[in-house]
Every structure is written in structure tokens, then in C-alpha cells.
């Protein structure tokens, strides 16, 4: 669909988390009308910490919603330092009395999020405790000639469901919090307690226990870190080989064991290893990553996700058959997120308001299917299909909406923090020698050009 001249239009954003937020943003100026519907009763989204996990299924598996929306533990830092994160406009700069370290923990990030809000306003159109609970093409719009939205929401503590009808809806839900399962053979069978990393909290209830992780990610390793002191003994399994960083770090603790991809479980609580080895353990923990869910949208199997694939969507963001009254921010990961939701967010208000066009349907869908190609023909999973990690694409998409390229400096710190990461994985956070480039991240634009923003350094 191309808007051919400038409209305010109605938008509902679902979802007030990073992505959210920076949607909200730049659809407020631009000039269009923003409801943000939010369940949680603040925003922040995942960084919104939940303590309590009542209730939830340890697996994740059981409902349709979740009880649970947030995926982090109580001692959770960042694995990038704060230099690389902020939106372009509004560094992640350290403030007096609060957590000032460059790896800072999930509490800082919120707090950032809460003075980005502040500062543009924003919480005036957000409607908290509101879950979404269906968004579908509107009966009318054939009639109309012009795609409109019906979305159905409902207060936490009200049985009535609220219909309206908008021009326009952005997902905005986020992606870490449904868990993705393996399939091993008698995990349905499996005694013992069974949990995935999304309802891991604090160490306490692990206390000298047998546990396997499963999965050597970075979610793994840090867990693994953190039962080190408390867990009897800790056994990753890992389906590929491991670095050698990480190598290191188990031989310097006797109850820490690398381990191979499982076999099978048994009812008796063994764990068995396709090497043949075995152990007998007491929980299991799967630190498996997330799954894309869209439990609410009904777009009548023009979009689907398949095996973690979400499409068609053009560049990430647009279906090409509803685009761009549909839009979806945050889908790609291994990104440097908050600038590149800011640049979704951007092209989307634009092309909402008419500044700017989409290709054709025809275009579109052409370049999806040789995205898909290109990803096979590198032997990518379909589950990986939104996995990015490329700056150039950063930069190309950027291009596509006349947004700044990712500085330099950005970039090289993330590549200085990811290798830093994998040498000293226990340390990593607080020992790092990249002062150069820290320097000329402090001197440029984007921490010294702040025009009207305010800031205790």
C-alpha cells in the first residue's frame, strides 16, 4: 500500500518495552494519533523485572498468554557496555547515584527507558495493564478501500473487552519470552523439576543439586557461572564444541563439566549423553532461547511463523500484503537494538504519514524470497532466519530509511566487548582495556551534541 499524501493517522502500538517506546516516538512526531496498550503495570517491557513466577509453567508450554512476560534474573548485567546502547539521541550516560559501571544491571536499563519516556512524554499514551487479546483486519475495509484494524483489549481486572478500530497497528510484543524447546527423547517422561531459563530468578533453590543445563549460549554460560558457588556439581551440555575461553573457565572449577549433546532422559532421573556418559541429576535447566508468538494477531495466514521464521516480512519489518498499516518492531537479533527499532520505527512513521513509499508488492516479495534463498544457501536454519549479526545490514537498512549508519566507534566497541566476553568470561564486565575506544566514544556527537537534554555525568 502507498500513501500518496500526508495523513495523521490513528496507530496502536502494542507493547511498551525499548521498541515500544522508540515507536510510540516517532509516530507522536510525525503527527499521528498513538495508543499504547502495555499488560505489564510499567513499561520497560523485558527489562521490566519480575521477581515472582507463580504460577507460571516451569516450561513455558501451558497457556496461550503467559503469566510471565520478562525472562530476567536478579543479577542479571548487560553483555554490552552502555556506550553502544542508547537511542541516537539520548545516550545511556551514567548518572550520580545510581548503577554508574559500563556492564550495568537490568534495574539501570529501566531507569533509562523510564527518563527516555519522561523527557518525550510518552506515558500519557500508554494504557497499562491492558493485555491484547485479538488484532485482525477490520469487516469494513473492502468497503472502505483502505486497510483498518479492529484490536480488542482488556483490562487486567475487568471482564469487558474493549473493540476499537485503528488505521494502522505496530508489534511492538518482543521475543524473549516465549521459550523455545528441544526435543529429547523422554523429557515428557522426566521425573525431576524441569525449568527453562525464562523463569530462572536467583541461585537459592539449587543449592547443592545436580544440574544440567542445556544449551552453551551466553544464557547457559552465565547461569552456569552463577550456580558455581551454591550448585553441587553443573553439567553444560553443548551440541557444538565450545570456545576455548569458556574451556578455561571449567577446568578452574572442579564441580563445573562440559558435556555433550543429551541422548535420552530417563525416569529414574539419568540424564544419558550421546557420548555414553551419564549422569543422575535434579533439575534440568533449558537455556534454549525464545520463540516468536503472535497469540493475538489474526491476519488470516498472510503472516506465520514458521520454525522461528516470521513472514513474509520485508527487511524485517513489513508484511508486503498489509504494509505498512501492519508493522513489526524488534524482530532481528544480534543487533545493536535500541538504534536499529529506532530506525524501524522511523521508516514506519514516515510511511504512515506519506513521506516515504514502500516497493512494490512485487518487489518486495522478490527480495524476501532471495533473503530466503541467501540464508539457505549458507546453510542458515530457519530459525535463524531473523539472527542478523551484521553491521553492513544495519547500515543498508539504515540507507533504505535516510538514517544515520552505526557510528564506527559503536561498532568496534561491540566487536572489542564480544571478544572480551569470550576470553574472560567471568571478569569480562569489569576488566577491559578498550580506554581508546571508550575515549573517542565519549567525544562524539552522540554523547557531546545533547542539545536541550539534561544529564548528570
Known amino acids: 500500500m502507498v500513501v500518496e499524501s500526508y495523513q495523521s493517522k490513528s496507530v496502536c502500538v502494542i507493547g511498551a518495552g525499548p521498541s515500544g517506546l522508540v515507536a510510540a ?31 507460571e509453567d516451569p516450561l513455558g508450554r501451558a497457556n496461550k498468554f503467559l503469566k510471565v512476560h520478562s525472562s530476567m534474573y536478579e543479577s542479571l548485567r548487560l553483555a554490552s557496555p552502555r556506550e553502544i546502547m542508547g537511542y541516537t539521541d539520548f545516550p545511556f550516560v551514567e548518572k550520580k547515584g545510581r548503577d554508574m559501571r559500563r556492564f550495568p544491571s537490568h534495574r539501570e536499563v529501566l531507569l533509562y527507558l523510564n527518563d527516555f519516556c519522561e ?110 558457588g551454591v550448585a553441587k556439581e553443573i553439567y553444560l551440555s553443548a551440541k557444538s564444541p565450545v570456545s576455548e575461553g569458556l574451556s578455561k573457565v571449567f577446568a578452574k572449577h572442579k564441580n563445573l563439566h562440559l558435556c555433550p549433546k543429551i541422548d535420552c532422559l530417563e525416569e529414574d532421573g539419568r540424564v544419558l549423553f550421546v557420548d555414553g556418559s551419564c549422569v543422575t541429576a535434579d533439575t534440568i535447566i533449558y537455556c534454549t532461547g525464545y520463540s516468536y508468538t503472535f497469540p493475538f494477531l489474526d491476519t488470516k495466514g498472510i503472516i506465520e511463523v514458521d520454525d522461528d521464521r516470521v513472514g513474509p516480512l520485508y527487511e524485517h519489518t513489513f ?9 513489526f518492531v524488534g524482530i532481528p537479533r544480534k543487533i545493536i537494538g535500541f538504534p536499529f527499532f529506532e530506525s524501524q520505527a522511523k521508516w514506519i512513521a514516515q510511511l504512515l504519514s506519506g513521506k516515504k513509499t514502500l516497493p512494490s508488492w512485487e518487489d518486495m516479495m522478490k527480495e524476501i524470497k532471495e533473503f530466503y534463498q541467501s540464508r539457505e544457501a549458507a546453510a542458515i536454519p530457519k530459525h535463524n532466519t531473523h539472527d542478523i549479526a551484521d553491521f553492513e545490514y544495519c547500515d543498508l537498512y539504515a540507507d533504505k530509511v535516510g538514517f544515520p549508519r552505526l557510528e564506527e566507534w559503536r561498532k568496534e566497541l561491540c566487536v572489542s566487548a564480544l571478544m572480551n566476553a569470550e576470553a574472560n568470561l567471568e571478569v569480562y564486565r569489569d576488566v577491559y582495556d578498550d580506554f581508546e575506544l571508550l575515549q573517542v566514544a565519549r567525544q562524539s556527537p552522540h554523547f557531546t551534541q545533547l542539545g536541550a537534554h539534561t544529564f548528570e555525568v
Open 119 to 228: 523527557y518525550f512524554g510518552l506515558r500519557g499514551m500508554i494504557r497499562f495493564n491492558t493485555r491484547v487479546e485479538y488484532v485482525g483486519m477490520a469487516e469494513f475495509a473492502e468497503v472502505a478501500k483502505e486497510l483498518k484494524w479492529m484490536v480488542k483489549s482488556k483490562e487486567k481486572k475487568s471482564e469487558k473487552l474493549v473493540e476499537e478500530v485503528f488505521d494502522a497497528v505496530v508489534v511492538a510484543s518482543g521475543h524473549y519470552s516465549h521459550p523455545r524447546l528441544p526435543i529429547i527423547k523422554g523429557m515428557n517422561s522426566w521425573k525431576r523439576r524441569q525449568i527453562h531459563s525464562h523463569i530462572y530468578r536467583v541461585p537459592d533453590p539449587f543449592r547443592d543439586e545436580v544440574v544440567v543445563i542445556v544449551g552453551s549460549s551466553m544464557s547457559g554460560q552465565e547461569l552456569s557461572m552463577e550456580l558455581v
Open 319 to 327: 508484511p508486503p500484503s498489509l504494509a505498512p498499516s501492519l508493522s
Open 25 to 55: 516516538r516517532e509516530l507522536m512526531k510525525e503527527g499521528h494519533n498513538v495508543v499504547v496498550i502495555e499488560q505489564n503495570h510499567d513499561i520497560g517491557g523485558q527489562w521490566l523485572y519480575e521477581r515472582k513466577i507463580e504460577g
